[in-house]
């Protein structure tokens, strides 16, 4: 059906003025069209490039997170060596330390004369230092110690008292004391460890 036909059969359908509103319907066809051709090669092709725009600015983002990450994760990774070197400082001073109170085995008579100018300095009067079986253990060398000892009772305490506060590790495991006369003199036996580096 051709569209002629279609037009002669609506009802009361003026033909003539139909065609008075040609100039109208051209308009509205032209825009029509305009508005097709918009839509179909401006808007769909602008849409186009706003996805591109829109994934490359999604990129963006993702690449910034990723930097943001990084560098969270560097400065996270500086403040750990900042701390780790802190503690390497520490352990460093700590072992400066314990290496200036464990002499060596070349130093046993520093340790000896330690014992010796503590007691008679302070009115004990060292009788013998006897060493013992030395014992190695994790890399130290406990050397066992006996001493015997005569001088009064606040004397002896005060020695023992200043025998474990030397700067050389020096422990006092036992000790023991006996009245010598009526007069507050003593006799005393002190068993210590003195403890230095193996080799």
């Keep these: 059906m051709t569209l002629s036909g279609i037009l002669k059969s ?23 069209f305009i508005v097709f051709f918009s839509y179909r090669f401006v808007y769909i092709g602008n849409v186009e490039v706003i996805k591109n725009i829109d994934a ?3 990129a963006g983002r993702s690449e910034i997170g990723r930097i943001r990450a990084e ?19 520490a352990v460093e001073k700590g072992l400066r330390s314990l290496n200036e109170r464990l002499p060596s085995d070349k130093q046993i008579s520093r340790i000896l004369y330690s014992i010796t ?8 009067r060292i009788i013998s230092i006897k060493p013992m079986q030395p014992e190695e253990k994790e890399g130290l060398i406990r050397i066992p110690l006996q001493i015997n000892a005569e001088g009064r009772f606040a004397a ?7 025998i474990e506060n030397l700067p050389r590790i020096i422990t006092v495991d036992n000790f023991l004391i006996e009245s010598k006369d ?12 003195a403890y230095i580096l193996g080799r």
């Design 117 to 124: 100018v503590n007691g008679s300095g302070g009115g004990v």
């Design 71 to 89: 560098i969270q994760a560097g400065e996270a990774l500086k403040a750990a060596l900042s701390r780790a070197q802190a503690d390497l400082d």
């Design 56 to 58: 490359k600015i999604n």
């Design 182 to 193: 009526g007069a507050g003199y003593v006799s005393s036996r002190v068993f210590m460890s």
């Design 156 to 162: 002896t305490g005060d020695y023992i008292e200043r």
């Design 10 to 32: 609506i009802p009361n359908l003026d033909m003539g003025s139909l065609f008075a509103f040609k100039r109208e319907f051209v308009i509205a066809a032209a825009a029509a």
